[in-house]
């Protein structure tokens, strides 16, 4: 059963670092997109940055910010966070795009991280 889990969320104070990771577990897996979302209280998920073989890119909001990273063949991502901001509260979630050993390509979801900028 393939599975994602995030780690590294945390509080830290406006002007500060994070670097989350999410990693992917269940067998062999093929990974086409790797990519990061967040959800604030109250409002609408949305995208945060992705990295394919082919390109990356990250939100506007965050550019110059936030960057995405992945090892080769590696089934581990990143998201390096710096000059946080009280507005990047939020949970952070890591999406997948993949294709098991044995499947098809499907879209695979964490369960989240959450991340907090306060002083």
């Known amino acids: 059963q393939v599975q994602l889990v995030e780690s590294g969320g945390g509080l830290v104070q406006p002007g500060g670092s994070l670097r989350l990771s999410c990693a992917a577990s269940g067998g062999a897996l093929s990974i086409y997109a790797a990519e990061w979302y967040r959800q604030a209280p109250g409002k609408q998920r949305e995208y945060v940055a992705h990295t394919t073989s082919a390109s990356t890119s990250v939100a506007d909001s965050v550019k110059g910010r936030f960057t995405i990273f992945r090892a080769n063949n590696s089934n581990t991502w990143y998201l390096q966070m710096n000059n946080l901001k009280p507005e990047d509260t939020a949970v952070y979630f890591c999406?997948?795009?993949?294709?098991?050993?044995?499947?098809?390509?499907?879209?695979?979801w964490g369960r989240g991280t959450q991340v907090t900028i306060s002083s």
């Open positions: 999406k997948m795009t993949a294709k098991p050993a044995a499947g098809s390509v499907t879209t695979y």
